[in-house]
């Protein structure tokens, strides 16, 4: 059993910065590909980015491209989401997740275990 626990979230005015943090419980943290996905008001979670279990492979949306960098730290059993130049569009909630395979994914099916998720609110 995996249990993630999301931090960071917050009030930003936009063009500025966030950086959003996953505490991972288990030994076998190292071996789990991660995933941030959001979820806004009215409308359904969708897939931000993802990283490879040893944090050499990753992919985003297109619309994060660019702005939002994931990373890990497998020694802390974290994972980080840095969030850059904020728009408005990306208020949600941040939702972190960890497949049980260290492979890649976008689709919120592929994810096994699931935070309770983070508020981010980006003001114009």
């Known amino acids: 059993q995996v249990q993630l626990v999301e931090s960071g979230g917050g009030l930003v005015q936009a063009g500025g910065s966030l950086r959003l943090s996953c505490a991972a419980s288990g030994r076998t943290f190292s071996t789990y590909a991660m995933g941030w996905f959001r979820q806004a008001p009215g409308k359904e979670r969708e897939f931000v980015a993802t990283?490879?279990?040893?944090?050499?492979?990753?992919y985003y949306a297109d619309s994060v491209k660019g702005r939002f960098t994931i990373s890990r730290d497998n020694a802390k059993n974290t994972v980080y989401l840095q969030m850059n130049s904020l728009k408005p569009e990306d208020t949600a909630v941040y939702y972190c997740?960890?497949?049980?395979?260290?492979?890649?994914?976008?689709?919120?099916?592929?994810?096994?275990?699931w935070g309770q998720g983070t508020q981010v609110t980006v003001s114009s």
């Open positions: 990283i490879k279990w040893s944090g050499s492979s990753t």
């Open positions: 997740a960890a497949r049980d395979t260290g492979y890649i994914a976008y689709r919120s099916r592929d994810y096994r275990y």
